[in-house]
């Protein structure tokens, strides 16, 4: 059974950067993702990252964050740049997994301030 544990989140200053990490545990993984979750908004796909290493971006976000994984999809990765106050939200990691069963982490929380 996959498991997923997501760290980094934070404090930032607009401008600023920060970087999540999500540790997978388990097998079956064939795409990995960043969610996120404003305050009274709906939750958001933010980027996904495919087998093979094809990425999405929610517009956004394009050009400021980076979605990366290792071949073994072990460690999920989102480099976030040039951080807004809307970027402020709860991230989640997500996987599927084949079988179509999904997993999400727990969350982490990004706070930018203006």
């Known amino acids: 059974q996959v498991h997923l544990v997501e760290s980094g989140g934070g404090y930032v200053q607009s401008g600023g950067s920060l970087r999540l990490s999500c540790a997978a545990s388990?097998?079956?993984?064939?795409?990995m993702s960043w969610y996120r979750q404003a305050p009274g908004k709906q939750r958001e796909l933010v980027a996904t990252?495919?087998?093979?290493?094809?990425?999405e971006y929610v517009d956004s976000v394009e050009g400021r964050f980076t979605i990366s994984a290792d071949s073994e999809w072990n460690i999920l990765s989102l480099q976030m740049n040039k951080l807004k106050p809307e970027d402020t939200a709860v991230y989640y990691c997500?996987?599927?997994?084949?079988?179509?069963?999904?997993?999400w982490g727990q969350g982490t929380q990004v706070t930018v301030s203006s």
């Open positions: 990252i495919l087998s093979g290493g094809s990425t």
């Open positions: 997500h996987a599927q997994i084949v079988g179509s069963v999904d997993r």
């Open positions: 388990g097998s079956g993984i064939y795409a």
